[in-house]
């Protein structure tokens, strides 16, 4: 427990910390609006295609929201190394 919490205070940058809790809560509430729409009945029963597509979208605004919460938490993770990002490839030295 104490290496967890070592962890989150002495080598992640807490504003990106935060940002990733609110990508999440953000990316946790629009899934759980979309699903809401299938599992009350506001769709017809018989339009079976329409219920598909909503669900589908549930499906990837729940893994866009994982995958951009997990990218974020990453960038606020400093492991001690110099580390950078290019816009282009490296050339060969």
Do not use: E
């Not at 427990?1 to 990508?23: E, I, K």
């Amino acid at each position: 427990m104490y290496s967890v919490y070592y962890c989150l205070t002495n080598q992640h940058d807490w504003r990106f910390v935060l940002l990733a809790a609110s990508v999440c809560a953000v990316a946790s509430f629009t899934s759980f609006h979309i699903y809401s729409r299938i599992a009350d009945g506001s769709l017809p029963s018989g339009d079976k295609m329409r219920r598909l597509a909503w669900l589908a979208l549930t499906g990837i605004s729940a893994g866009s929201g994982i995958w951009a919460t997990h990218f974020v938490a990453m960038l606020a993770y400093d492991p001690g190394v110099a580390t950078a990002y290019t816009l282009g490839p490296r050339s060969a030295r």
